[in-house]
T-cell receptor, first 112, second 112 residues
Framework: GDSVTQMEGPVTLSEEAFLTINCTYT??????LFWYVQYPGEGLQLLLK?????DKGSNKGFEATYRKETTSFHLEKGSVQVSDSAVYFC???????????FGTGTSLTVIP | NAGVTQTPKFRVLKTGQSMTLLCAQD?????MYWYRQDPGMGLRLIHY???????AKGEVPDGYNVSRLKKQNFLLGLESAAPSQTSVYFC???????????FGPGTRLTVL
């Protein structure tokens, strides 16, 4: 079945450091891929998405590129801020578009 | 717009007790979902609904029932709570034909 595997955390970085969180997927067909962010005590919010191969999603300085050949959707940011501290989830929607599959989440802490 | 709201925010139950979690959305979305979030396991889909009067099982439906009598509401019921159902429950919704989910703030349930 469809699934998402993402890099385990927690990840601790200094402010202005480069961030990469790895995500790979297994899916039938051509899923849409997502990164969601969860701030403490809140629900998940969509950070970015990509709907087809080679698409790049971007938002708030974060980027991820849909790589079909490596079945990956790694999240990157060139310079993290303390306010980026949160849990990040990689996800995909299946072929029907009715079901979504989430990774286990990666906790990021950015220290000043 | 309030978006997606969940009631209650916190609840403690004893084993064998029953309860209903309410999810409400004011965005006129057709699709609604219930997930549970457990440490190290990310979000797992319990049940979902693609429209008023319809429901379907997700990845982990056992021990839960749902109803979608009104388009804006999606109820999750636990008939006989078990400690294994201790979790944080999230509701989400999205519009037909789109793949961006909107999440509620979550309900933290503890079963003793």
């Amino acid at each position: 079945g469809d699934s998402v595997t993402q890099m385990e955390g927690p990840v601790t970085l200094s402010e202005e450091a480069f961030l990469t969180i790895n995500c790979t997927y297994t899916a039938t067909g051509y899923p849409s891929l997502f990164w969601y962010v969860q701030y403490p005590g809140e629900g998940l919010q969509l950070l970015l998405k990509a709907t087809k191969a080679d698409d790049k999603g971007s938002n708030k300085g974060f980027e991820a590129t849909y790589r079909k050949e490596t079945t990956s959707f790694h999240l990157e940011k060139g310079s993290v801020q303390v306010s980026d501290s949160a849990v990040y989830f990689c996800a995909l929607s299946d072929q029907t578009g009715n079901q979504f599959y989430f990774g286990t989440g990666t906790s990021l802490t950015v220290i000043p | 717009n309030a978006g997606v709201t969940q009631t209650p925010k916190f609840r403690v139950l004893k084993t064998g007790q029953s309860m209903t979690l309410l999810c409400a959305q004011d965005m006129n979305h057709e699709y609604m979902y219930w997930y549970r979030q457990d440490p190290g396991m990310g979000l797992r889909l319990i049940h979902y609904s693609v429209g008023e009067g319809t429901t379907a099982k997700g990845e982990v439906p056992d021990g839960y029932n749902v109803s979608r009598l009104k388009k804006q509401n999606f109820l999750l019921g636990l008939e006989s709570a078990a400690p294994s159902q201790t979790s944080v429950y999230f509701c989400a919704s999205n519009r037909l034909g789109t793949d961006t989910q909107y999440f509620g703030p979550g309900t933290r349930l503890t079963v003793l």
